[in-house]
């Protein structure tokens, strides 16, 4: 099955520096890769998400890019400002028409921004 | 905007009896999903469900657990018999329909925190 390993754990940034979050999957089948931001008890929330047809994708700060001969995907966030702290989550589905596609998630990486 | 919701969103149980937890999915998805997170790990998949059957479980989603989609809006998990281990927060989440090419993306609800004692 799928594995998806997440780095780094922690990452602690400057306000206004950026911020890169990598992952890398292992199962050539998937095609669907979103990012989710989680705050302290909160829900999963969708931030951006990429197909395997594109190679990168943009959204003001967020930005995602896809390496999919290397299986690798990566979050960027620009400009970086304190309530983007919270653990940010990849995941890797292989999306086929009729039938429902599970996330399978990295471990996460908890971002603290500090002013 | 159509969100996700569960409840209980906290449901405390003694090790050994049944827990029915229970989700109303987005009104027009077709695609239902339970997820667990064990406290300050990632989010696992359990199970996903589709056109009145489970399409595909996981490893954890064993003979104690089961899904059912009783009336057209809710969506539930029991879990037969609680253990220890069965402590965590668990996420329903749903998606859209899907067309041939296109991917649809998942929406989770609050969760419901199960503590087992």
């Known amino acids: 099955g799928e594995n998806v390993e997440q780095h780094p754990s922690t990452l602690s940034v400057q306000e206004g520096d950026s911020a890169v979050i990598k992952c890398t999957y292992s199962?050539?089948?998937?095609?669907?890769f979103p990012w989710y931001k989680q705050e302290l008890g909160k829900r999963p929330q969708l931030i951006i998400d990429?197909?395997?047809?594109?190679g990168e994708k943009k959204d003001q700060r967020i930005a995602v890019t896809l390496n999919k001969t290397a299986k690798h995907f990566s979050l960027h966030i620009t400009e970086t400002q304190p309530e983007d702290s919270a653990v940010y989550f990849c995941?890797?589905?292989?999306?086929?028409?009729?039938?429902?596609?599970?996330?399978?998630f990295g471990t996460g990486t908890r971002l603290q921004v500090t002013l | 905007e159509p969100e996700v919701t569960q409840t209980p969103s906290h449901q405390v149980t003694q090790m050994g009896q049944e827990v029915i937890l229970r989700c109303v999915p987005i009104?027009?998805?077709?695609?239902f999903y339970w997820y667990r997170q064990i406290l300050g790990q990632k989010v696992e998949f359990l199970v996903s469900?589709?056109?009145?059957?489970?399409?595909?479980k996981s490893e954890i989603f064993d003979d104690q657990f089961s899904v059912e989609r009783p009336d057209g809006s809710n969506f539930t998990l029991k879990i037969r018999s609680t253990k220890l281990e069965d402590s965590a927060m668990y996420f329903c989440?749903?998606?859209?329909?899907?067309?041939?090419?296109?991917?649809?993306?998942?929406?989770f609800g609050p969760g419901t925190r199960l503590t087992v004692l």
């Open positions: 989440a749903s998606s859209g329909a899907k067309l041939a090419g296109t991917y649809n993306e998942q929406f």
């Open positions: 199962d050539s089948a998937s095609n669907y």
């Open positions: 990429i197909r395997s047809n594109v």
């Open positions: 995941a890797a589905s292989s999306s086929n028409t009729g039938t429902a596609s599970k996330l399978t």
């Open positions: 009104s027009n998805h077709l695609y």
């Open positions: 469900f589709y056109n009145n059957e489970i399409s595909e």
